[in-house]
């Protein structure tokens, strides 16, 4: 199926004062996507949210709906649809008002109105709210009518500026597929900002990592998680062992290089390195099995002593010192057939296929 | 464990009491049977209700006085909004210095405002009156205005006028919609207080009003005869009961429409 682009943002560069927030940000959204803007606090994805929403104008370049030039346009010209980190309910008008607030232009008879807002407090599934106040619901059933009262507009993007951030983890992981299977439903592009790595992965089309003003990668989760393009990407999404690697020659696509704790290897070239980038090798915990004896099943095997022994229900974490390194590596599993102990020597295998080339 | 503590009792009792018995004393010689104020008290009358009843000047006076109340608190008010907002809501050029200048009539003795206003009109070769004194009042209240109302302006969300914007309101609509509503307490707040400074205002009123007297320089006129004392008295008394009307009023007024917020303070 081939969609095409909604947003466009082009060379857009954004500065406060002196600060360059944005760094010639270039960007192109699905329509009916589910995209998100991940990265530590400060890395300028509120900023660019802002910028989509019409809040703060770019220094430089340009924002695109639908093919039309929308960089100038104020909030209130654009088809898109805001749901703020604190959820801005008005607090003067009740439920219902704030629901119709974005409605007054449409010139709706009374029967229209009350059947959109019934409609849109069903979706969110708090019909029977309409007469409470702000300040009579839980953080959980604001973030419900800020999202009733953006949808109800019915725009064609929807911006949501870190909108579980608020909420305890049992009900955020609920709303997460609540707000996916609403997104999939609904087929509106969604924008969404977060700076919580598993939120972005369970709920994404795509993902954009964004760090210090520049967008690093842009991919699906799982091409994230497998193929991330850079140690910082690789370090934000997940848990990854992060070896030094010192890179010693490329010949017909097979690279070789000395490890930290691995020695030299030889592996296959899949992301176009050459000889003088400066690269990590990388290894998820999960692809790192750990036993008592060597295990031929793998190429590699290395002789180490466990350290710690982190336990968290559905996995265990290991922590491995390696025989001929200073590196503590990781290892998770979910179930261990042989029961180890601190202080254990043991065996940690994998195989070389796995061991990631990540640029610095 | 709770600790009686009866020092700080003792301590509140004479506070109380040196705030309200002064003000008390007021409406119980308005009901005395004598010309003078002192104890013990000669017998009950409502005579100078009466007589207050029928002056036909503490009449123009009072009149005077809500008129100027009026127009003084309304204008410096609607001042105080926009500067206000600017303050809160734009990157003000000399932010510090420009606030400071507004707020500056709060330093300035009320008396070199008169002066220097006394001297400006007569220059200009106006006649003074009702007129310079309601001018004077404003300036004098839109400090007070502007504090409220800024403080209003800072305890609410940004993201609230925002999120109008959002929802398709232009910043006029979203004005009206988001911001006026949320800034009424404040506003009610503000109009009340002006009201109240200007309705007690003496000095600017004593330089400029001329012969047009407002309440205060009547009471202040008629000190001076003795037996004219009693009704001032029972004036004084009335104007209590209606400020802290007023003042209930603008309680209730301001836990009504917010659903039950407590924490939308009037913030006299």
Redesign the interface.
């Known amino acids: 199926m081939r969609t095409k682009n909604y947003i466009k943002i082009k060379n857009l560069s954004k500065s406060f004062g002196d600060v360059e927030v944005l760094k010639n940000i270039n960007l192109e959204v699905e329509e009916g996507e589910f995209f998100s803007l991940l990265g530590p606090s400060g890395c300028g994805k509120t900023t660019l949210l802002r910028i989509l929403a019409g809040f703060e104008y770019p220094s430089e370049g340009e924002v695109f709906f639908d093919d039309a030039n929308v960089t100038s346009l104020p909030p209130n010209l654009r088809p898109s649809n805001m749901v703020f980190q604190n959820y801005a309910i008005f607090p003067h008008i009740n439920v219902q008002r704030n629901i119709e607030f974005g409605l007054r232009k449409e010139n709706l008879s009374k029967a229209e109105m009350g059947e959109r807002v019934e409609n849109a407090l069903k979706m969110v599934q708090l019909e029977g709210y309409e007469n409470r106040y702000s300040n009579q619901l839980s953080g959980g059933q604001r973030q419900r009518i800020a999202l009733a009262r953006a949808l109800v507009k019915q725009p064609k993007v929807l911006l949501l500026d870190e909108p579980l951030g608020a909420l305890d983890k049992k009900l955020r992981e609920e709303m997460q597929i609540e707000l996916r299977n609403l997104q999939k439903s609904l087929g509106i592009t969604f924008i969404f900002v977060t700076h919580d790595q598993e939120e972005a992965m369970t709920m994404s089309d795509r993902i954009a990592v964004m760090d210090e003003g520049n967008i690093l990668q842009v991919s699906p989760p799982r091409e994230i998680y497998h193929n991330p393009k850079n140690k910082f990407v690789s370090q934000f999404i997940g848990n990854i062992n992060i070896l030094d690697a010192d890179l010693k020659s490329i010949a017909n696509d097979i690279i070789s290089i000395s490890v930290d704790g691995f020695g030299l290897m030889q592996l296959k070239n899949h992301q176009n390195i050459i000889e003088s980038d400066q690269v990590n090798i990388a290894i998820r915990p999960e692809e790192i099995n750990i036993s008592k004896v060597s295990d031929s099943k793998y190429d590699c095997n290395f002789k180490g002593k466990v350290k710690n022994i982190s336990f968290y229900g559905e996995s265990t974490y290991f922590y491995i010192q390696l025989d001929n390194s200073e590196k503590i590596l990781m290892v998770s599993t979910n179930e261990s057939k042989e029961t180890f102990s601190e202080n254990d020597n043991c065996f940690v295998n994998f195989n070389s296929t796995n061991l990631k080339i990540i640029k610095d | 464990m709770y600790n009686k503590n009866n020092t700080l009792f003792i301590y509140c009792v004479f506070y109380f009491a040196f705030l309200y018995i002064p003000v008390l004393l007021l409406p119980i010689f308005s009901f005395n049977d004598s010309f003078h104020m002192v104890f013990p008290l000669k017998g009950f009358t409502f005579d100078w209700y009466i007589q207050m009843w029928n002056k036909s000047r503490l009449h123009q006076a009072l009149f005077n006085s809500i008129k100027v109340g009026i127009i003084a608190s309304v204008v410096s008010t609607f001042i105080a909004l926009f500067a206000a907002k600017a303050f809160t809501r734009y990157k003000v050029k000399f932010h510090g210095l420009s606030y400071g200048a507004i707020l500056l009539p709060f330093i300035i003795p009320e008396i070199i405002i008169a002066v220097a206003l006394i001297v400006i009109w007569t220059s200009m070769g106006l006649k003074l009156g009702l007129i310079p004194v309601t001018i004077s009042h404003i300036l004098f209240c839109t400090p007070f205005c502007m504090l409220i109302l800024i403080s209003r302006m800072e305890g609410f ?1 940004k ?2 006028e ?9 910043s006029f ?1 979203t004005f009206w ?2 911001t006026f ?2 800034l009424l307490p404040g506003i009610i707040a503000s109009l009340l207080l002006a009201f109240v400074i200007s309705f007690d205002e003496f000095i600017l009123a004593f330089f400029l009003s001329s012969s047009d007297q407002t309440l205060p320089i009547y009471m202040w006129s008629q000190l001076r005869f003795p037996k004219k004392f009693p009704h001032i008295l029972a004036l004084g008394a009335i104007i209590i009961i209606v400020t802290s009307l007023i003042v209930m009023t603008a309680y209730w007024l301001r836990n009504l ?5 407590k924490d939308f303070s009037i913030g006299i």
């Open positions: 969300d993201s609230l925002e999120a109008s914007m959002d929802l398709g309101e232009n609509w919609r988001v509503p949320l429409g917010q659903g039950k917020k």
